[in-house]
């Protein structure tokens, strides 16, 4: 069975590297792994969507709209933009951040203020997690998209030990620690 999954968020999150995780740990598990990334302006503030897919044989990376069972959304209109890549009886689990683009800040757009049921009433099978409180206590500010794979990690098929090792393995030396702790917390959330 092939497994899809959406991630976005903007640049500066660690989309990409979240992706890699992920990627990784499937990698480790003996699955066939497909990734596709797309970045305008990655560095800072511009939309970033990875799409995996892994199971005993994947053809393509790419994911057909209603197609994914899992999104990991790190910022309420991202998730937004892309929840129609999610099957119907999908799973979302978006971080509760509104980060404001520069383009609603300045006046040329407007960002929408009910986020959350329009998230809701496309995806009911969605899960708003804060991740801050965590990344903060580890001392890794930019460690929440961890805590969040931290809270996808238990609906996917991996194990524990394999997503320890994958997280070691793409984060920079001197801030694995805290992004395992950051991983362990975050598994929790979802598991109370």
């Given at each position: ?5 959406v991630?976005?968020?903007v ?9 890699s ?20 302006m990655a560095q800072?503030?511009?939309?970033v ?8 044989k994947?053809?393509s ?9 899992f999104?990991?959304?790190?910022e ?13 009886d999908?799973?979302?689990l978006?971080a ?31 899960r ?30 991996f ?33 109370r």
């Amino acid at each position: 069975m092939v497994r899809s999954l959406v991630l976005c968020g903007v640049g500066g999150q660690g989309i990409i590297r979240a992706g890699s995780i992920i990627s990784a740990a499937a990698l480790k598990s003996g699955l066939d792994v497909k990734s596709a990334e797309v970045h305008g302006m990655a560095q800072r503030g511009g939309s970033v969507v990875t799409q995996i897919r892994f199971g005993d044989k994947v053809l393509s990376p790419l994911i057909k709209r209603k197609g994914a069972d899992f999104m990991l959304g790190l910022e309420k209109l991202e998730a937004l933009r892309y929840i129609d890549y999610l099957k119907p009886d999908g799973i979302a689990l978006v971080a509760d951040l509104e980060l404001i683009p520069v383009t609603d800040s300045i006046g040329l757009a407007e960002y929408p203020e009910n986020l959350d049921l329009l998230l809701k009433e496309r995806a009911p099978n969605l899960r708003l997690i804060d991740p801050m409180p965590i990344a903060r206590e580890v001392g890794e500010p930019r460690a929440a998209n961890v805590v969040m794979i931290g809270a996808l990690s238990n609906l996917l098929p991996f194990e524990e030990a394999v997503w320890e090792e994958a997280i070691a393995e793409n984060v920079p030396p001197k801030t694995v620690e805290a992004n395992l702790k950051a991983f362990r917390m975050g598994r929790e959330l979802l598991r109370r």
